[in-house]
């Protein structure tokens, strides 16, 4: 199965600004997911990030808000823009393997 | 959206028990997988489903994608105390899990000594 990392593994950032998260598979996956899990929480869906073309959001989440990058088939981006405190979170990416998605480790996000 | 209801949502147990735990929904979904995520970490993939009907073992585990298409459960015996965790059911509504994941609430599984 893919292996899946993320970068930073957890920060603590300042209301107003905003926050990069990247995400990195091992080998070649044709689709890369976005979620969200607040503490003490299940998953959310965020978005289907798509290679090569704007991203696809569930309902509820924005582009203004969470836009995101995927340059190739091994790599993403998301960014959380103009964070408050609501925004803290566990953001996890996934990757879809063999028809089954595989996670990262999540990246910890701590807003003052 | 659709939703999950996964129960239960913890279950003290004693090392050595058998464990069950399910999900349903009020819409069909073509795939079913369970998850375990342990603190910090990201799920981990235990079992995927893409069969009404279709019950499958992974070592202690075994699951079945209930012939509705609404509903799975999920078994683990002789629980064993790395066994601790949070249990995930998600679902997707399309074949071979290519869109995103919609999640249940989970089942916190505490085992006592």
């Known amino acids: 199965s893919a292996v899946i990392s993320q970068k930073p593994s957890r920060d603590i950032c300042q209301r107003g600004t905003s926050l990069t998260i990247q995400c990195q598979v091992d080998?070649?996956?044709?689709?890369m997911f976005w979620y969200r899990q607040q503490p003490g929480q299940s998953l959310t869906l965020i978005a289907t990030?798509?290679?090569?073309?704007?991203?696809?959001?569930e309902s509820g989440f924005v582009i203004d808000k969470f836009p995101i990058s995927r340059p190739n088939l091994t790599f993403s981006t998301l960014t959380v823009s103009n964070m408050s405190p609501e925004d803290s979170s566990i953001y996890l990416c996934?990757?879809?393997?063999?028809?089954?998605?595989?996670f990262g480790p999540g990246t910890r996000l701590t807003v003052l | 959206g659709q939703q999950l209801n996964q129960s239960p949502q913890s279950m003290f147990i004693q090392e050595g028990e058998d464990v069950s735990m399910n999900c349903t929904s009020s819409?069909?979904?073509?795939?079913w997988l369970w998850y375990k995520q342990d603190p910090g970490e990201g799920p981990v993939l235990l079992i995927a489903?893409?069969?009404?009907?279709e019950l499958t073992s992974n070592g202690r585990l075994t699951a079945q994608f209930g012939i509705t298409r609404k509903d799975s459960f999920l078994n683990i015996s002789a629980s064993i105390p790395s066994d601790v965790g949070i249990y995930f059911c998600?679902?997707?509504?399309?074949?071979?899990?290519?869109?995103?994941?919609?999640f249940g609430k989970g089942t916190h599984l505490i085992i006592q000594p």
């Open positions: 998600a679902g997707t509504l399309t074949g071979g899990g290519a869109d995103g994941l919609t």
């Open positions: 489903l893409y069969k009404a009907g």
């Open positions: 819409s069909i979904f073509n795939t």
């Open positions: 990030a798509n290679q090569g073309s704007e991203a696809t959001y």
């Open positions: 080998s070649q996956v044709t689709m």
């Open positions: 996934s990757g879809l393997d063999n028809n089954e998605q595989f």
